[in-house]
């Protein structure tokens, strides 16, 4: 399969820097790893991210380049990231669940774009779902884009595995990644997909 890790392109942080570590000069492979070591020291990884919590909108982070992970936003959320420059929006949800089923019409209508991959829980962890993620995020390419599910834990999820089986990163390296974005109650299942390989 080649170089694995010359496939995965991990965040790069700005100019963080946490108990005298520089993060610039981190090798690229704990990247990833030290996420997690930043949102400990109260550290932001991207300051969109700032910009979009400021609008209430909740479990915000800047797991990846050009991505925005969120919970659910309302209506005045999105045309609040809308004027920021957010124009493409994926959500995880299914559509009957609250909050969920106007972007459909609601977003394109605003002037954005949306997908919808419906993840009912850890039977929706597949291969084909991640897939379709990956798909949309390379369709979008460096624009800027919020994903999100009802609490940010499918997104972390499948992004995890995304990192995992499509983009060469290791199980530690995905499921910090996964972690990031805001896996919490998934991540036995998708640990449990990762031990079975690639």
Request: hydrophobic content about 40%.
């Amino acid at each position: 399969m080649g170089d694995r890790s010359a496939r995965f392109v991990p965040v790069e942080p700005r100019t963080q820097h946490c108990r005298g570590m520089d993060m610039l000069r981190m090798p690229t492979s704990l990247t990833l790893v030290l996420i997690a070591v930043l949102t400990a020291c109260g550290q932001e990884t991207d300051a969109p991210s700032d910009a979009v919590a400021e609008l209430g909108v909740q479990n915000v982070a800047a797991p990846l380049p050009n991505l925005i992970t969120t919970a659910q936003p309302s209506r005045d959320q999105v045309d609040g990231m809308m004027a920021m420059g957010y124009r493409n929006f994926v959500s995880l949800q299914l559509e009957e669940e609250p909050g969920a089923g106007w972007e459909e019409e609601g977003v394109p209508g605003a002037g954005g774009r949306f997908s919808r991959i419906p993840i009912g829980g850890p039977d929706d962890l597949t291969r084909e779902n991640v897939e379709r993620l990956a798909a949309i995020l390379e369709e979008t390419g460096t624009d800027q884009t919020v994903l999100y599910c009802a609490s940010s834990n499918r997104v972390g999820a499948l992004l995890a595995l995304k990192a995992f089986w499509m983009d060469g990163a290791d199980a530690e390296e995905a499921l910090a990644l996964g972690r990031a974005a805001g896996m919490r109650a998934l991540e036995p299942n998708v640990r449990s997909l990762l031990e079975a390989g690639r």
